[in-house]
């Protein structure tokens, strides 16, 4: 049986304020995380969807009150860093505390001097193109829980705690897929809802790895980190999804990119995180 999802409406009511010209808005000339988590916020409003308050450090950025859903927001500037993202606090996942998560990602232009506005001096941001997809589609594993832990006893006079905090960087549904540059998907797993307003214009499937990465080590005299890795009981398994628009959108067909994506290092690279 299909279960009640607000995926739908929310990715209509996502994609006719983009139709309908309402810009992204900094809150400050400093401001690069809550402006596109803002602007999605706006749109569970008009939808009348009561939510848990956002903020930093919470995870996911809205829970839902009425249903067993949650949205996590990634702004992401375009051209830029796009074909992955950090996230700071937990591992990508299409379930946490019972709820069911999706991922918003939404591209914005680097260069937002053109969209400047006058009046109060904060910058406003076009939405380029965007994805809404189950968090499945990142990652399937409901079992993983974040924890960041420490080590004491470090430095010379032993009174030194090494912090453990993760960092997860993973592909975004635009590295993943070909189709959904400048356009607006929704992707969900199959046999998750349907709706009529909306038409099928993908399927897609994610094969789980040979191995997992099942634990790391850290050697400080060397800076080396190594990955202890074991067998994946659930080798080749496959995870399917459907990628839909509404029927008033382009079909653009959306497929698996053909080329795997790569997760690129960054450690020793000056940036700056993304939502």
């Known amino acids: 049986m299909m279960q009640k999802t607000t995926c739908f409406d929310v990715f209509a009511q996502c994609s006719d304020a983009v139709h309908n010209g309402e810009l992204i808005e900094s809150v400050s000339a400093n401001d690069k995380?809550?402006?596109?988590?803002?602007?999605?916020?706006?749109?569970?409003?008009?939808?009348?969807?009561?939510?848990?308050?956002?903020?930093?450090?919470?995870?996911?950025?809205?829970?839902?009150?009425?249903?067993?859903?949650?949205?996590?927001?990634?702004?992401?500037?375009?051209?830029?860093?796009?074909?992955?993202?950090?996230s700071n606090s937990q591992v990508p996942t299409g379930e946490h505390n019972g709820r069911h998560i999706f991922y918003v990602f939404g591209r914005y232009p680097a260069d937002l001097k053109p969209y400047a506005d006058q009046e109060n001096g904060r910058k406003q941001y076009p939405v380029v193109d965007l994805v809404i997809c189950h968090g499945d589609f990142l990652n399937a594993d409901h079992n993983y829980i974040h924890k960041n832990k420490s080590v004491k006893g470090f430095g010379t006079y032993g009174d030194i705690m090494i912090r453990d905090r993760k960092m997860y960087v993973a592909p975004t549904p635009f590295a993943l897929t070909q189709g959904t540059t400048g356009m607006m998907t929704l992707i969900i797993p199959e046999g998750f809802g349907e709706d009529d307003r909306f038409q099928e214009v993908g399927r897609l499937i994610r094969t789980e790895a040979a191995t997992l990465v099942a634990g790391y080590t850290f050697d400080l005299r060397t800076n080396e980190l190594k990955a202890e890795k074991i067998p994946n009981p659930r080798a080749g398994t496959q995870h399917h999804f459907v990628a839909y628009r509404l029927k008033t959108q382009s079909n653009k067909p959306v497929s698996m990119s053909t080329a795997k994506p790569t997760v690129v290092d960054l450690l020793d690279v000056a940036i700056g995180d993304d939502e």
């Open 33 to 86: 995380e809550f402006h596109f988590q803002n602007w999605f916020q706006t749109r569970l409003s008009v939808l009348g969807l009561n939510f848990e308050g956002s903020g930093r450090n919470t995870y996911p950025d809205f829970s839902l009150v009425k249903f067993t859903e949650g949205y996590e927001i990634k702004g992401l500037a375009w051209p830029g860093r796009e074909r992955d993202y950090d």
